[in-house]
């Protein structure tokens, strides 16, 4: 009887197991893209989330610009090149992302000369904050 018990046991336990795999292969659990610690992300007691999408075709680019806020930017398709003022022009290709600092003056372009460049922006503000401010 004692034997009975053991293989009932870990027959149960087995089943147990194989249940909890099984419901578990349906479960979409998230994949860390991208973590970066910021300055300068909004303080006040109300902010606004915008996610934007944008298409470059060969050769677009950007208007010269600054952020009020720390913009994250995941390309789709393409690679999208960043110059921001004082540092090294920066290509984020397709499935990789990127963290654009506030208040550096940058621009953005498709440098491609044949594909089209495809983004998610991402960003949190103050409420009604513009999402960039021309520098002319």
């Known amino acids: 009887m ?3 018990r053991s293989f009932c046991l870990a027959l149960a336990v087995l089943l147990i197991s194989l249940t909890a795999t099984a419901q ?3 479960v979409v659990k998230p994949q860390l893209l991208f973590s970066e610690i910021v300055q300068g992300m909004p303080k006040g007691e ?3 989330v915008r996610v934007l999408a944008a298409s470059f075709q060969s050769g677009d680019k950007t208007l010269f610009h600054i952020h009020r806020f720390p913009v994250t930017v995941y390309v789709l398709e393409g690679a999208f090149t960043v110059q ?3 540092r090294e022009p920066v290509t984020v290709k397709s499935g990789q992302v990127m963290m654009m600092p506030p208040h550096v003056k940058m621009t953005g372009y498709n440098r491609s000369s044949t ?3 495809r983004l ?3 960003y949190v503000s103050d ?3 513009p999402f960039l401010d021309p520098i002319h």
Request: proline fraction near 10%; aromatic fraction near 10%; avoid cysteine.
């Open 120 to 122: 998610v922006v991402f």
């Open 2 to 4: 004692n034997k009975w």
């Open 46 to 48: 109300k902010q606004e």
């Open 115 to 117: 594909d089209p460049l």
């Open 24 to 26: 578990e292969q349906g």
């Open 84 to 86: 921001m003022e004082g």
């Open 127 to 129: 409420p009604g904050t």
